[in-house]
């Protein structure tokens, strides 16, 4: 695009997530956009490895609006986190969430997170799998302990948000992309929206 070309006119664009989170990652890209939830069956495969799971969610979402929304822009995405090669939940009680943390601690956690992005105008489909890898200081108790009174933190996958405190309690990110590990690899979305030839940022039109 030469400097004389005027922006393409960008479909509206869904979100299929109801997620604040997702939300908020999406903002700091400037483009308007409308939030719908994708009410899909996210239960696991007796056989999928966690890559597999998310990118197959990812679709599953993004499936679910491709008949609602015949020419828009949607945006999926899916997320899963592993230690020792398993998935790591929801502790739901301060007690489990001391007992996750206290394995996390001098450890390191993995997160995939898909990405599928469909035009329903053109047809173009795309996917795209993050890996983040999470490594956490070593934790006392009694930071364990301030950590969950602070931020209670016991409706989140494996007991911390990494988009608030929780990030005292890593030492290192490994990723291409920190806004992954919220929930949304934005520079990966902003590549498939360059491909699809919308260039961001867009001024609104």
């Known amino acids: 695009m030469t400097k004389n070309q005027t922006n393409p006119i960008l479909p509206q664009v869904v979100l299929g997530s109801t997620s604040p989170f997702r939300k908020a990652l999406l903002d700091k890209l400037h483009i308007p956009f409308i939030q719908d939830s994708p009410d899909i069956d996210e239960h696991p495969l007796d056989t999928e490895t966690p890559k597999d799971m998310v990118l197959r969610l990812s679709r599953a979402k993004a499936n679910v609006f491709k008949t609602k929304y015949p020419n828009n822009i949607i945006i999926t995405s899916d997320q899963c986190a592993v230690f020792n090669n398993q998935p790591i939940g929801k502790p739901h009680t301060v ?26 105008s053109t047809g173009q489909s795309y996917e795209y799998l993050d890996t983040t890898i999470v490594h956490f200081r070593t934790l006392s108790d009694e930071i364990i302990h301030n950590y969950i009174e602070l931020e209670q933190p016991l409706n989140c996958a494996g007991s911390f948000k990494s988009e608030g405190l929780g990030v005292t309690l890593f030492k290192q990110i490994d990723s291409r992309d920190p806004n992954a590990l919220i929930g949304l690899p934005l520079m990966a979305l902003t590549d498939i929206f360059y491909e699809m030839g919308y260039p961001l940022p867009i001024v609104n039109q």
Do not use: D, P, R
């Open 95 to 120: 007690e489990k969430a001391v007992k996750q943390l206290q394995q996390f601690s001098h450890n390191k956690i993995t997160f995939y997170t898909g990405l599928v992005v469909c035009n329903t």
